[in-house]
Every structure is written in structure tokens, then in C-alpha cells.
T-cell receptor, first 115, second 117 residues
Framework: GENVEQHPSTLSVQEGDSAVIKCTYSDSASNYFPWYKQELGKGPQLIIDIRSNVGEKKDQRIAVTLNKTAKHFSLHITETQPEDSAVYFC??????????????FGKGTKLSVIP | SAVISQKPSRDICQRGTSLTIQCQVDSQVTMMFWYRQQPGQSLTLIATANQGSEATYESGFVIDKFPISRPNLTFSTLTVSNMSPEDSSIYLCSGQGIRWGNTGELFFGEGSRLTVL
């Protein structure tokens, strides 16, 4: 089955700096890579995703890059703000039919943005 | 995005009892899943809730311990049976929707935080 490794487990940055979280996956059939943000006491929130036919995707201060050859993908947050402080999870999945992707999650990165 | 409602949001339970968590989504979905998140840990898939049939369980999870129902497209329940302190976790309901063009996006509820004494 799929195995997703995520690094670092914790990350502290100064407000305004950039943050980068990296993930690797093992199953070359995986073709969907979402990122989730989980604030304390809340459920995970989908913030951005990328599919295998795309190398990079941006949404305002957030970007994700994918290198299928190396089987790794990364989340980039620019101009970090205190409200970006949360736990971030990457995930990988292959399409399994009938509109379904079964996700395998990384272990999470606790991001702290210091004002 | 979908709105996924879970209840209870939290509960404190006694060892040996059972608790049922309810999940309601605001639109038709193709797939509903139940995840467990132990304190400070990642998300582990318990099972896929299948409409009108038995759920599909992942390795390490069994129907007797985690019975699941899904009587229609937008509602599912997870029961945690004969609870022990090791079952103290956040239980998360999630859904993938046909409404979003089969994009595969997975949305989560806010979770049900169970503490077993």
C-alpha cells in the first residue's frame, strides 16, 4: 500500500517568512495530492490539492509543487501570518473508481508562526 | 465545499459502554469515510461507509468493534463498542461528493472527541 512521509514534524518561522513542508510517497500509481490544515479542536480543512498532470499550483500565498519522477510534493506558504499556525497534513491517493480516492496521510507538521 | 455535521462534538464515556456518532452531510456524496485521529497523531482510515450495505473495514478495524450504518446518501453513524481508554480519540466523518464533479475532494467534519475513563 501507499506510504507517505512528511517532514519536518515541527516548524517555527517568523511572521512574514516563508514555510516549506515536504512529503514523499511510495506508490507510483498515486495521482492526487491534497493538503489539509487542522487548527486546534477542529477537523482538517482542505487548503489546496494537485493532480499528477500538473507540476505546480498556486492559490494566493499557498503553492504546491509535485515531482512525480522523484515522488515528492511540497507545500509552500509565503508571507506567513500568525493565523497560519496549525498542523498541516499531506496525503496521497490513486483514483479507485466511482469518484473515489482513498487517501493515505502523512504524520503532520506543526507550524508555528511567531509574531 | 461541503458542510459535514457530526454529533456529539465531544463526550466522556465510561469503560465498557458504547457510543454512536452521527454524521450528516449537506449534499449528496458518493463516498463517506470514518477516520480516527489519536491525540497528536495523523488520520487513520477506519472504514468506508457503503450505502445500504456493510461497511468496508481497513486492517485492524472490525465490525463488532466499530459498527457503521449508512441508510442513505447523506447520513452515516459510527458506533464505538465496549469502549476502553485506548479508544479515546477524535473520530472524523468525511465525504467525497458527486456535487463537485467527481474531483475526489475529501471534506471532513469537525470531529467527535471521545474520552474513555
Amino acid at each position: 500500500g501507499e506510504n507517505v512521509e512528511q517532514h519536518p514534524s515541527t516548524l517555527s518561522v517568523q511572521e512574514g517568512d516563508s514555510a516549506v513542508i515536504k512529503c514523499t510517497y511510495s506508490d507510483s500509481a498515486s495521482n492526487y495530492f491534497p493538503w489539509y490544515k487542522q487548527e486546534l479542536g477542529k477537523g482538517p480543512q482542505l487548503i489546496i490539492d494537485i493532480r499528477s498532470n500538473v507540476g505546480e499550483k498556486k492559490d494566493q500565498r499557498i503553492a504546491v509543487t509535485l515531482n512525480k519522477t522523484a515522488k515528492h510534493f511540497s507545500l509552500h506558504i509565503t508571507e506567513t501570518q500568525p493565523e497560519d499556525s496549525a498542523v498541516y497534513f499531506c496525503a496521497a491517493s490513486a483514483y479507485s473508481g466511482a469518484g473515489s480516492y482513498q487517501l493515505t496521510f502523512g504524520k503532520g507538521t506543526k507550524l508555528s508562526v511567531i509574531p | 465545499s461541503a458542510v459535514i455535521s457530526q454529533k456529539p462534538s465531544r463526550d466522556i464515556c465510561q469503560r465498557g459502554t458504547s457510543l454512536t456518532i452521527q454524521c450528516q452531510v449537506d449534499s449528496q456524496v458518493t463516498m463517506m469515510f470514518w477516520y480516527r485521529q489519536q491525540p497528536g497523531q495523523s488520520l487513520t482510515l477506519i472504514a468506508t461507509a457503503n450505502q445500504g450495505s456493510e461497511a468496508t473495514y481497513e486492517s485492524g478495524f472490525v465490525i463488532d468493534k466499530f459498527p457503521i450504518s449508512r441508510p442513505n446518501l447523506t447520513f452515516s453513524t459510527l458506533t464505538v463498542s465496549n469502549m476502553s481508554p485506548e479508544d479515546s480519540s477524535i473520530y472524523l466523518c468525511s465525504g467525497q461528493g458527486i456535487r463537485w464533479g467527481n474531483t475526489g475532494e475529501l471534506f471532513f467534519g469537525e470531529g467527535s472527541r471521545l474520552t474513555v475513563l
